[in-house]
């Protein structure tokens, strides 16, 4: 069975220009998830994917360096025209896909996942937060009765995608086109994994928490 991992990378970002390799304590954004999959011995070959080779002065031992088509450095288009071109490229039975974005995703949280997935009890995985709170959709309850308000631990929970991760086999992608199966297994993770970098107000809460896992002798 051949597991890959690939880390899509592109340089030209929009909302947050460079946050990609933008400095974060003591390494660049990229390192951290990068660092992340070096300490998964599962997986057999570990891919940085991305369109500029200038990326290459960050990637450490252990992952190599795919280019992909500058095409997909446009601002339209989506994830899973991204997924499509990488499997065009690498074969593999388990593809296990990461983002630089989420910079305190951990390789325990990725190899339970992944594990779960090579067991065959489930043919996907992701991660995600659990919500055990009062939520709307579309203007009405999603989770609650408003005539027969329960306390908030006995609320059913809802599971939000946070995208640090999606772990899928070659099958599922070929028959569904999609990175979630129909038997997925959900990974919770924690708050602080679930931080996302995508503008300013999100680089300088990672700054903080940074500073806050140094104090922690976490990082």
Known sequence: MKIVSFIPIKL??????GKNILPLGEKYMCNYIFDCINQIDEIEEKYVYCSDESIKKYIPEGLSFLKRDPYLDGFQIKGLEIIDFFLKDIKADIYVLTHVTQPFTQPNSIRDALN?????DYDSAFSAIEIQD???YKGKPLNYDMKDIVTTQNL??????TGAFYIFTREVFEKYHQRIGVKPYIKIISQIEAIDVDTMEDYQMAQIVTEYLKEQKVL
């Open 12 to 17: 030209n970002n929009q909302r947050l220009p």
């Open 116 to 120: 779960k997935v090579i067991s065959k």
């Open 134 to 136: 009062y939520c709307w």
């Open 156 to 161: 059913e929970p809802v599971y939000m995608e």
